[in-house]
């Protein structure tokens, strides 16, 4: 009804000038600017009803009809030129319509005007049978996929009968239709039947099947729109809202001929079909036994993805990002980033050594990074694989962040240098949440890649699962509609279409630059691996498998019989790419070790000396000088733009920083100011990410300012350090953990200048990113041998929000440490161990600390991922303030904070060194003093718990040498740093003395509420620190 409206409302004529000015002008553009005006019609106040033929159905014909006569009337039949003519000359409703002048005079200027519809047509048979023909070709673009053949094997699972096709408001079993229309015997369409066959409609505007034709007899409609829409490639688009792209996907699926292929294509196809599946081949005759995820079933992935790279090269990409699980990746690594094929084969040979660390895993698991000439376009091109782990899925944000990185560091702001491609398996795709996340990056403005190309290996299985009990919709590749990617599944046995569906894919990404997935709907030859048996599990299946014809052997006896290449040509073609492989075997013989860093996939170039070690093993100061703390100060306080508005609330706050810098003092928020505005000034870029950051979820950052009168107008101070400054992007995520901190962990990768920094909203949330923690950021430089810089600042404190909000969970990140608890390192403690640990954990409890820390972060040779427990109290803290003089030149990060209270003037006087991390210590101080304890119990802060302090730990204990050791946390015993902190403390005395701690183990962080939460801890927590002194 909505429809009908508005086509009458377009009819009715308008009064006032003005209006239809205005009104003319809006249709114009709607012709594409056509020249042709017309006069503003009479008032149409009659009921619609009165026009016979109007209904809700057809006047989205009768639209169509309009349009079109505006722009030639005579490309619409004389009958509705008449009708507009009159209705437009005010005929009043009923009226407009004339019984048109016989067919085929001059004037109706179409081909075959005997069978035209109709002599004296009934309009209302006329309109309803030209509606059917558009709703035709409607179901057949909505629909047409589920009758094409997309499935090798003929066995497709997805059952699409509970999904009858609903076409108007009548329901159309597609799929009998189809088989009718095979014989061109249509039955019942709206009325359509046999003998409408030969009568010729005129096409919508929303098909492209005429090619240069606007009529075409409905024969030849139906053989046009099964050429499109039901052969080899099955195009799902229709959800997408944006008329524009579908018409652009319709032209390219519907134009007549579009599946033309030149000689030269087509024998590059197949040698591309030819070394994929000799590839695989090859590593069945020589190890038989050993795993490899063969592609063996869809051997077409290595064309495709070719496709795409040559055509993208075409399109001007210089650098392409991909990510990719097992299946086939080996191949993918040869015959795509070609890599050294005797590297390959080499990592079959179990003797070899490895010279560095790294995966033990390497030819599944690590990545590799490769610059060429693209044969095709002659141009260069940057390729690199990314290493992942057998986490599926994992990788995707990891490549997502990458790739903006490498956009963003060479100003491609639109994506036309870099791009990524991720290929995906079927089940992987579906049921991986990280997927979805992933997909809600792709049009963030400071998340968006611009488009990446999704691969799907959709072999109609995931191990041993079957896709009946593996998804619940009807595709794999359904999670891509929640970005309104077009989703192109082709039959991988059918190369061709392959090849031009990945065109397709790689123009649309280089038009739109949006999402795009092509499903090459596949099957796996063997079982999940070579050793596994899949008969088990899938009899039928693998029946019908062991049946099939492989697809390499099909294309070539099409192109045989085509003429296009002789047996003599393939079989030399083969016997060639046979020999490179045997070559290569002999070659990889000689290799007996193993360098993992010939797989990196981002290597830093001029950031490490010739043999790969840091060029230096000292970290500068990273204080700053008064006037640059007062610069960045007075920045942090003001707003450096006219005519903005700022909230008075804000106001307050910047005033408050500003009183700050006179005072010489920085608070918590402050502090971060100064490191990330010096490390601006200095040249390092910074990105910080995360919910909210850009306020901050405690209200206390406020990098973004947001003027009160203008929408959207904002300004980002710290961008106004210096001229000369690097860019800072501070940005609010999506909801997501697992995709965003995988993406801010790929963006770190791309390069060592860069502060990249990831907060969780609170802490605990960080579990939800746990993947990307344990398989990446942990074992990073082991097991990747690659370094990464990467920054999580987790709000982590007991503060009386229940047992969620509270912990960042320290005790796991501790637990991942790579350091010995019973081995005292010997030397060059703070450099070397910070060097050789998997990560740094620190939980600062002074600004100043926090600023020297971060500044660290980029001043020190080398890369680790740094883990802050950061405050939410001490945000606000009275206390928690550090003095500019804790941040002048010479001054550096304090590993840990000693007592320098009264208890230094009478060492031997403490009877306790209580040793505790974080804000727990403004509450002991204060305990302290309370109790009148100043003289005999020392506070130490160890702000940097991993590596651990040994060192200093060692100078407190002997420093007070009649002192009862005890370690005070807020935590449950069970949680926080006790585990951890309790055997170092023990190495560092050499097990003389005892460790103390009293608090019971609890299941979750915290076992009490609110208020009465932080009460009763902190008096609980107090007496067993304090308790049994004698003072
Ligand atoms: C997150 C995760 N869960 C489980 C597995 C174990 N696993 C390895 S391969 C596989 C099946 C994958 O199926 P699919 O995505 O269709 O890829 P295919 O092997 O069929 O190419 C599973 C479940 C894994 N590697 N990662
Ligand atoms: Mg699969």
């Known amino acids: 009804m909505h429809r009908l409206r508005t086509t009458v409302v377009r009819l009715r004529p308008i009064a006032a000038p003005q209006t239809a000015k205005s009104q003319s002008q809006a249709r114009l553009a709607a012709v594409g600017g056509a020249l042709r005006t017309f006069q503003p019609m009479r008032s149409y106040t009659a009921s619609v009803s009165a026009e016979p033929f109007l209904n809700g159905t057809s006047s989205n014909y009768v639209e169509e009809m309009y349009y079109a006569w505006l722009e030639n009337p005579r490309s619409v039949h004389k009958s509705w030129d008449i009708f507009f003519r009159n209705a437009n000359a005010g005929a009043p409703p009923g009226a407009a319509y004339q019984s048109p002048p016989p067919l085929g005079g001059a004037a109706l200027g179409l081909a075959n005007a005997q069978a035209m519809v109709g002599v004296q047509p009934n309009v209302e048979k006329l309109v309803e049978d030209h509606l059917a023909v558009q709703s035709l070709v409607r179901a057949y673009q909505v629909r047409g996929h589920h009758i094409a053949k997309l499935d090798p094997l003929d066995i497709s699972v997805v059952d699409f009968d509970e999904a009858p096709v609903m076409v108007g408001l009548k329901k159309v079993d597609l799929s009998g239709y189809k088989e009718r229309l095979y014989d061109l015997t249509a039955e019942e369409f709206y009325g359509l039947d046999e003998s409408d066959l030969d009568k010729v409609f005129r096409l919508p505007t929303t098909t492209f099947i005429g090619g240069s034709e606007s009529t075409l007899p409905l024969r030849e409609i139906i053989q046009r729109l099964e050429m499109a829409y039901c052969q080899s490639i099955g195009v799902e688009f229709m959800f997408i809202n944006d008329l524009e792209q579908c018409q652009w996907i319709r032209q390219k699926f519907e134009r007549p001929g579009i599946m033309q292929f030149t000689l030269e294509e087509k024998r590059t196809l197949l040698a591309r079909m030819v070394r994929s599946t000799r590839f695989e081949e090859f590593l069945q005759r020589k190890w038989s036994s050993e795993k490899r995820f063969g592609l063996e079933g869809c051997e077409s992935l290595i064309p495709a993805l070719k496709t795409i790279i040559d055509k993208s090269s075409m399109n001007g990409v210089e650098s392409i990002i991909m990510g990719m699980p097992h299946r086939g990746r080996l191949n993918v690594l040869a015959n795509v980033i070609r890599k050294e094929l005797d590297q390959i084969f080499c990592q079959f040979d179990s003797k070899l050594e490895a010279a560095d660390e790294g995966s033990g895993d390497v030819k599944y698991h690590l990545g590799m990074w490769h610059r060429r000439i693209n ?77 990446t190309i999704h691969v799907v290996v959709n072999n109609q299985i995931g191990f041993t699962t079957d896709p009946r009990v593996a998804r619940s919709s009807s595709y794999p590749t359904d999670v891509a509609k929640v970005v309104n990617a077009p989703i192109f599944h082709v039959n991988a046995d059918d190369p061709e279409a392959v090849m031009y569906v990945c065109n397709v894919a790689a123009e649309w990404r280089a038009t739109f630059h949006k999402d795009v997935v092509v499903d090459l709907v596949c099957y796996r030859r063997n079982g999940h691996n070579e050793m596994d048996e899949p008969m088990f599990t899938q009899p039928l299946m693998y029946k019908q498998i062991k049946k099939q014809k492989g697809v390499l052997q099909k294309y070539a006896e099409k192109l045989i019989a085509e003429g296009a290449v002789t047996r003599q040509e393939y079989e ?269 954990i620190v939980n600062c409890s002074t600004p100043a600390n926090y600023f020297h820390v971060l500044r660290r972060q980029i001043l020190q040779p080398f890369r680790k991922p740094l883990i802050v427990f950061t405050p939410k109290s001490l945000l606000r803290h009275p206390d928690a303030k550090s003095n500019f003089d804790d941040m002048l030149p010479g001054t550096h990060f304090q590993r840990l904070i000693p007592d320098s209270g009264p208890v230094c003037e009478k060492p031997d006087g403490v009877k306790r060194i209580v040793f505790c991390t974080g804000k727990v210590y403004y509450e002991l101080t204060r305990e302290r003093k309370n109790r009148g304890m100043d003289n005999t119990v020392a506070i130490a802060r160890i702000e940097q718990l991993s590596p651990f302090p040994f060192d200093q730990v060692k100078v407190e204990t002997d420093r007070y040498p009649n002192a009862d050791l005890v370690w005070c946390q807020e935590e449950h015993k069970n949680q926080g740093y006790y585990d951890y902190v309790k055997p170092r403390l023990r190495t560092t005395v050499d097990r003389t003395r005892p460790v103390w701690y009293d608090q019971p183990p609890s299941l979750t962080p915290l076992c009490f509420v609110l208020k009465v939460f932080s009460l009763l801890s902190h008096v609980c927590m107090c007496e067993c620190v304090f308790m049994y002194m004698c003072v």
């Open 375 to 451: 044969r095709v376009t002659d141009r260069n091109i940057t390729l690199s694989l990314m290493a992942n782990p057998s986490h599926l899925e994992a990788v995707d944000p990891v490549v997502q962040g990458k790739t903006k990185a490498e956009q963003f560091y060479c100003g491609d702001t639109e994506g036309n240098r870099v791009m990524s491609i991720l290929l995906h398996g079927d089940a992987a795709f579906a049921g991986q949440g990280v997927v979805y996340e992933t997909f809600h990056l792709s049009d963030l403005p400071s998340y968006t890649t611009h488009g």
């Open 572 to 840: 030399e073609e083969i016997a060639k790419y046979d020999k490179i492989c045997e070559e290569a075997h002999a070659r990889s013989k000689d290799e007996k070790i193993l360098h993992i860093k010939h797989w990196l996939d981002s290597p830093w170039p001029g950031f490490f000396n010739m043999d790969g070690q840091p060029k230096s093993m000292t970290s500068p100061s990273t204080g700053l000088t008064e006037e640059e703390l007062g610069h960045i100060g007075h920045i942090a306080s003001s707003v450096p733009v006219e005519d903005f508005t700022i909230h008075g609330g804000l106001s307050r706050i910047l005033k408050g920083r500003a009183a700050m810098v006179g005072q010489r003092v920085c608070d918590w928020a402050l502090g971060e100011y100064m490191a990330f505005g010096s490390l601006l000034k200095e040249g390092t870029h910074i990105r910080l990410s995360g919910q909210d950051v850009e306020r901050g979820t405690f209200s206390h950052r406020h990098h973004v300012l947001h003027d009160q009168n203008v929408d959207k107008r904002i300004c980002i101070p710290m961008n106004h350090i210096a001229p000369n400054q690097a860019p800072y992007t501070v940005c609010n995520s999506s909801l997501s953990e697992y995709g965003v901190l995988g993406f801010e962990l790929g963006f770190a990768m791309a390069s060592p200048n860069a502060l990249v920094l990831w907060e969780a909203q609170f802490g605990d949330f960080h579990n939800t990113a746990q993947c990307i923690i344990d398989q990446f950021i942990c074992p990073g430089q082991a097991k990747w041998v690659r370094q990464n810089g990467i920054v999580l600042l987790l709000p982590h404190g007991m503060e009386g929000m229940g047992p969620e909000h509270s912990s960042a969970r320290p005790e796991r990140f501790l637990q991942m440490c790579n350091e010995d608890p019973d081995a005292y390192p010997v030397s060059e403690f703070a450099v070397r161990q910070l060097y050789d640990c998997n990560w740094i």
